[in-house]
């Protein structure tokens, strides 16, 4: 039985399993690491498409920073999360965390 | 509310998706201990059990293997655990830049300024020394950068496994270099060489779950 009453409460923005991937997955990373795009596309096992589409929400909302840059004359974007994400991040885990309790405590 | 037309989740399916994906995380930027430390264990195990035949408990060759012989079957074998290593690596911080893939880096040049000074320490005393005690002077130097190596990599990648590694490493070194030639590559074969393999594939299957 899910807490679906409560559900609504939670970051939009992280709540879509596509976006909570890419959000956890960056999470994991050092503070100071960026990914290029490429090997994040690799890591999720997204489309570019996709990918694409869920970092510019995720852009918006303030969440990542995407870097283009230059690796020779190559053009390499890079994606991180930024202390915004990683605090929303941590309070969406908090917020699941609470609702899974509060779940089992009334069952 | 979710967007995307994706169906919301339970908490408890977000959590393990959350779980699922750190996990994922971690194995594609940790390394694969297949290639990061059970070549070393292999290495370790085939050169040390041919200086182990070389020397003897009691001062009597188990085995027609001379030390040269011996020490190039450990330093080939070496080469090739240093190369898989390094291919590890190199896959490991391919598209990310930042502090890890610096941290990286400079932990790898140190590995290898270890190596090099402890070789030109090694040639330079070697040659005082009777045969038996020059081999453990290489040995026994060379297992303690390792061992201080893996400590370090523990505390700066904050990794407690790869910390009491090296505890281990130091530890069999140090009781073995006390006892003698025979023992210490007798110890370092069966415990750092075996050790190694079973824990890198312990480590590895580990992280497949």
């Known amino acids: 039985m899910t807490a679906g009453g409560a559900v609504p409460e939670l970051d939009p923005v992280i709540h879509a399993q596509a976006r ?21 596309k690799d890591l999720l096992g997204m489309t570019a498409g996709n990918l694409s589409v869920h970092l510019t929400k995720l852009e918006e909302a303030g969440y990542v920073q995407i870097t283009k840059t230059h690796k020779g004359r190559t053009p390499v974007t890079y994606v991180s999360l930024t202390k915004r994400g990683r605090v929303a991040f941590d309070d969406y885990t908090k917020a699941i965390r609470a609702l899974l309790d509060s779940a089992g405590g009334t069952s | 509310m979710v967007d995307d037309g994706e169906r919301a989740p339970s908490p408890e399916e977000t959590l393990r998706l959350i779980e699922e994906q750190r996990a994922a995380t971690v194995r594609r930027f940790r390394g694969d201990p297949l290639f990061l430390y059970v070549p070393w264990g292999v290495a370790w195990l085939l050169g040390f059990t041919c200086f182990f035949l070389h020397y003897g408990l009691d001062g009597k060759p188990y085995a027609p293997i001379s030390q040269t012989q011996a020490l190039a079957v450990l330093m080939i074998s070496m080469v090739i655990a240093g190369s898989l290593a390094a291919y590890e690596i190199t896959r490991m911080n391919m598209g990310v830049r930042g502090e890890s893939p610096a941290r990286g880096a400079m932990y790898g040049y140190t590995w290898f300024a270890g190596m090099i000074v402890m070789s030109i320490i090694a040639i330079r005393v070697s040659p005082m020394l009777p045969e038996a005690e020059a081999g453990l002077l290489w040995s026994g130097v060379s297992m303690l950068v390792v061992g201080v190596m893996y400590m370090a990599g523990g505390a700066i990648f904050l990794y407690w496994p790869m910390f009491f590694a090296g505890v281990g490493v130091i530890a069999v070194n140090g009781l073995g270099v006390l006892l003698g030639p025979g023992w210490h590559a007798l110890l370092t074969a069966v415990l750092l060489g075996v050790g190694q393999i079973v824990v890198g594939l312990w480590w590895r299957r580990r992280q497949c779950r």
Request: proline residues 5%; negative net charge; glycine residues 14%.
């Open chain 1, 20 to 40: 909570l991937r890419v959000v956890a997955a960056l999470n994991t990373m050092g503070g100071g690491d960026e990914i290029a795009f490429p090997a994040l």
